[in-house]
């Protein structure tokens, strides 16, 4: 039953509660297989805002945009200006800065961990420059993910590449502004696969550590071995004041980059909830950028990412629920039965009335997706874009 406490949690939860959107998630992107085509994707960086845009309007969460710096800045610095004036024109912020230290030829055996000295350079420039790209457009993160590792055993030397990623981190650590921070993700494998410098947690903690303090860990929900316990990294990295952000998204076999809670939406509400805890227990509000990392092949972009916002609010609204008091009295005396079913109890309510109930008060449509399905824009932006879709060079431009 909802009554008016359920009501007023959900709305608090709620109104703090944002989500960046990645700019790639809205282009034309595929696997290593084949990319399908979708007449609709964003070509542009300018299309990109614009379908962040909609996004925001309809859930009230994304008010900012991550953007990939070669992608979307292919000029790096002289490309702020521009990317100034589509934040106002669409009312969307920039948000985090994603340097892209994997794609281009000289990074085949690595971008900071690669043998070459000069191949090194390139890349801490590159880095660099997304730090000075970041200092421009007001952004606070830079979060850079390392495609560098080996496939094949005796081919690399681990300890020296881990001496470089030390080195470059550090180097990239001293010229980050009072108030931007460099967020380290971890994956454990692909495209290495025999090993990746930054595999897991552990490293990543071990590398931030050593860069500096302006360094944090971001959680890839979907850089995960199976059944591995990602709360847990979460409790910890809250714990040791190290955690920095979320790329959202779900996985069933490996980094598949699903839609966040289509596989297991009982471990994002177990994310979220042990956050809440925390925040529940420190009287603070944790500081941790959310983002979505999702790149749809086959779903339409814009709806995917819809349906990816609203169900990272039902989650969150639900981990709101859980009555911390109760939890705690019932951890401490280890009733476990009855403090399981006080959590399971908060994950199986149906918060989506009270989500109705937010989202009629602040003014936002009920049924997004229906509002979005209903306004007409993606067969508008499927005439525009449809052209240059086709020509096949829309990928990542
Ligand atoms: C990686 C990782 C990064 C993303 C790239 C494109 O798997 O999740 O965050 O920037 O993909
Ligand atoms: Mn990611
Ligand atoms: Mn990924």
């Known amino acids: 039953m909802m009554n008016d406490i359920t009501v007023e949690k959900v709305c608090s939860a709620l109104d703090k509660f944002k989500i960046e959107l990645p700019s790639w998630g809205f282009a034309n992107t595929g696997t290593r297989f084949g990319k399908f085509i979708q007449a609709a994707a964003a070509t542009t960086i300018e299309e990109k805002f614009s379908d962040a845009s909609q996004v925001h309007s309809l ?15 292919p000029n790096g610095l002289k490309n702020v200006s521009e990317v100034q004036a589509l934040s106002k024109q669409f ?27 000069a191949i090194r350079r390139t890349a801490i420039r590159h880095v660099l420059d997304c730090v000075a790209i970041s200092d421009a457009l007001s952004c606070r993160d830079v979060s850079p993910w390392f495609a560098d590792g080996s496939n094949y055993p005796g081919t690399q030397n681990i300890r020296q590449r881990i001496q470089f990623f030390q080195d470059g981190l550090r180097e990239v650590h001293s010229a980050l502004k009072p108030g931007q921070r460099l967020l380290i993700e971890y994956k454990p494998f692909e495209p290495a696969f025999y090993h990746t410098d930054i595999a897991d947690w552990g490293m990543a ?4 550590k050593h860069a500096g303090p302006q360094s944090y860990v971001l959680v890839d929900t979907g850089h995960h071995y199976q059944s591995q316990n990602i709360e847990q990294i979460v409790a910890w990295l809250l714990h040791t004041k190290l955690m920095g952000g979320f790329h959202f998204n779900d996985r069933r076999y490996a ?7 289509s596989i297991d939406p009982y471990q994002i509400f177990r994310i979220f909830h042990e956050i809440r805890m925390f925040e529940w227990e420190t009287q603070s509000t944790a500081d941790i950028a959310y983002m979505v990392d999702q790149s749809h092949n086959l779903k339409g972009k ?25 939890l705690a009295k019932l951890q401490r005396d280890c009733s476990l039965v009855d403090a399981e079913e006080t959590l399971r109890g908060a994950f199986w309510q149906d918060v989506r009335p009270a989500i109705q109930e ?40």
């Not at 969150?316 to 911390?324: E, M, T």
């Not at 209903?374 to 240059?388: C, N, P, Q, T, V």
Request: proline letters at 6%.
């Open 59 to 73: 859930t009230g969460s994304c008010p900012t945009l991550a953007l990939h710096v070669q992608w979307d800045l």
């Open 358 to 397: 937010w989202r009629k008060t602040r003014g936002l449509p009920q049924d997004p997706m229906h509002a979005f399905r209903s306004s007409g824009y993606l067969e508008r932006i499927a005439k525009e874009r449809g052209d240059k879709n086709r020509g096949g060079l829309a990928s990542y431009a």
């Open 255 to 261: 980094d598949d980059d699903l839609t966040l809670g």
């Open 91 to 117: 009312a969307i912020r920039p948000g985090s800065i994603n340097p892209n230290i994997f794609q281009n030829q000289e990074y085949k055996f690595g971008s900071l961990g690669n043998p070459d000295p």
């Open 302 to 326: 814009i709806e995917a990412m819809i349906q990816t916002v609203c169900t990272a609010q039902e989650l969150c609204a639900k981990a709101a629920l859980v009555d911390h008091e109760k």
């Open 205 to 208: 903690v071990l590398l931030a």
